[in-house]
């Protein structure tokens, strides 16, 4: 399809709802809504911000045990995740509907029924007329993150074509590997989202490098959370007390396809980040360096990826 030259995005960074996916919902209608009455065209919430990434807790683990208040609290977890489909992404198609806007937002999902003990860090898309339009589910929880989130498979990478870009993208460290961000080059995607629970500076010197290297927009978007939204009520608080009162500063940002900076980072309050986007730059940019073009070496390094979904038991019918 014919890009348009421009568009107009925005990055939104709220306070976080842990434990409270109605609150998070709620947020996310408002300020979808406040986006688009500036003009956006696709907005972007951050990494598991409906269902909440847990900061400073640890469930109850130690190498070699489990307590009984830690599985409690997990049960209440994974009582906060949402199914996809449900209520919850009812409201949010809603919402992009609403907006005229493609809607991008990371949650926690609970899987489906024959997987109902297993929670993915999930990253949903959702086009303007309200329909679920692509899901991924982070292929590589990070550290602590593998005790509590299952792995996603290669049938959930998506770059989704829109009227004026190709977008997609990966959660938070999953840009650390390089073969998932070529699988993103080689899909063509023009405008990057890389929602993140990750504050540090170095962070930002991630996503001006895959703007560099992928000659595409990178999109960061991260939460604003401290300990006081935490539910007062949550067994192993006690977990956090070594822990800063501020728990994500937050820091999203947009680069451009030379690594300039188009907007942000945002740090130590909420609040959304919109900005003009010449996608004219994208060619430009590749003018001296094409990742999966003319700088790749097809006939040295080559990229198999894997989109079949995996499943661990493969029911069959008896016949053949």
């Not at 568009?7 to 709620?26: E, K, L, M, N």
């Not at 070699?64 to 949010?92: K, L, N, Q, S």
């Not at 509590?148 to 977008?167: C, K, M, N, Q």
């Given at each position: 399809?014919?890009h348009?030259?421009?568009?107009?995005?925005a990055?939104?960074?709220p306070r976080?709802y842990?434990?409270d996916?109605?609150?998070?919902?709620d947020?996310?209608?408002?300020?979808?809504a406040?986006a688009a009455?500036?003009?956006a065209?696709?907005v972007?919430?951050?990494e598991?911000?409906?269902?909440?990434y847990?900061?400073?807790l640890?469930?109850?683990?130690?190498?070699g045990?489990?307590?009984p208040a830690?599985?409690?609290t997990f049960g209440r977890?994974h009582?906060?995740?949402?199914p996809?489909p449900?209520?919850?992404?009812?409201r949010?198609?809603?919402a992009?509907a609403?907006?005229?806007a493609?809607l991008?937002?990371?949650v926690i999902?609970?899987?489906?029924?024959?997987?109902?003990g297993t929670?993915?860090c999930?990253?949903l898309?959702?086009?303007?007329?309200g329909?679920?339009a692509?899901?991924?589910?982070k292929l590589?929880p990070?550290?602590?993150e593998?005790?509590?989130?299952?792995e996603g498979?290669?049938?959930?990478?998506?770059v989704i074509e829109?009227?004026?870009?190709?977008?997609?993208g990966l959660?938070?460290w999953?840009?650390?590997?390089?073969?998932a961000r070529m699988?993103?080059?080689?899909k063509?995607?023009?405008?990057y989202?890389?929602p993140?629970?990750?504050?540090r500076g170095?962070?930002?010197?991630?996503l001006?490098?895959?703007?560099?290297e992928g000659?595409?927009f990178?999109i960061?978007?991260?939460q604003f959370?401290a300990?006081?939204?935490?539910?007062?009520?949550?067994?192993i608080?006690?977990e956090?007390?070594d822990?800063?009162?501020?728990?994500?500063r937050g820091?999203?940002?947009m680069?451009?396809?030379?690594g300039e900076t188009?907007a942000?980072p945002?740090?130590d309050?909420q609040?959304?980040l919109v900005a003009?986007?010449?996608?004219?730059?994208?060619a430009r940019?590749k003018f001296?360096?094409d990742v999966?073009?003319?700088?790749?070496?097809p006939d040295i390094?080559r990229?198999?990826?894997?989109?079949?979904?995996?499943?661990?038991?493969?029911?069959?019918?008896?016949?053949?």
């Amino acid at each position: 399809m014919p890009h348009r030259p421009r568009v107009r995005v925005a990055a939104v960074q709220p306070r976080g709802y842990p434990f409270d996916p109605a609150a998070a919902v709620d947020h996310l209608c408002t300020a979808t809504a406040e986006a688009a009455q500036q003009g956006a065209e696709l907005v972007l919430f951050p990494e598991a911000f409906v269902g909440g990434y847990p900061w400073g807790l640890a469930f109850g683990t130690a190498v070699g045990g489990r307590t009984p208040a830690g599985r409690r609290t997990f049960g209440r977890y994974h009582d906060a995740a949402i199914p996809v489909p449900g209520p919850e992404t009812e409201r949010m198609g809603r919402a992009a509907a609403a907006a005229n806007a493609y809607l991008a937002v990371g949650v926690i999902e609970r899987g489906a029924s024959r997987a109902r003990g297993t929670l993915f860090c999930t990253l949903l898309y959702f086009a303007p007329d309200g329909t679920l339009a692509g899901l991924h589910r982070k292929l590589k929880p990070t550290a602590a993150e593998r005790l509590i989130w299952g792995e996603g498979d290669g049938s959930t990478l998506p770059v989704i074509e829109t009227p004026f870009a190709r977008v997609g993208g990966l959660i938070c460290w999953e840009n650390y590997m390089p073969l998932a961000r070529m699988a993103m080059y080689g899909k063509g995607v023009e405008i990057y989202l890389a929602p993140t629970a990750d504050e540090r500076g170095q962070w930002q010197a991630t996503l001006r490098h895959i703007a560099l290297e992928g000659r595409c927009f990178v999109i960061g978007c991260n939460q604003f959370v401290a300990k006081e939204h935490y539910p007062a009520d949550i067994e192993i608080l006690g977990e956090m007390e070594d822990w800063p009162d501020v728990l994500c500063r937050g820091g999203t940002s947009m680069y451009g396809p030379l690594g300039e900076t188009v907007a942000g980072p945002l740090l130590d309050v909420q609040g959304m980040l919109v900005a003009d986007l010449d996608l004219g730059d994208i060619a430009r940019g590749k003018f001296d360096f094409d990742v999966t073009g003319h700088y790749a070496r097809p006939d040295i390094f080559r990229l198999s990826v894997n989109e079949k979904p995996q499943t661990a038991v493969a029911v069959s019918d008896g016949e053949g």
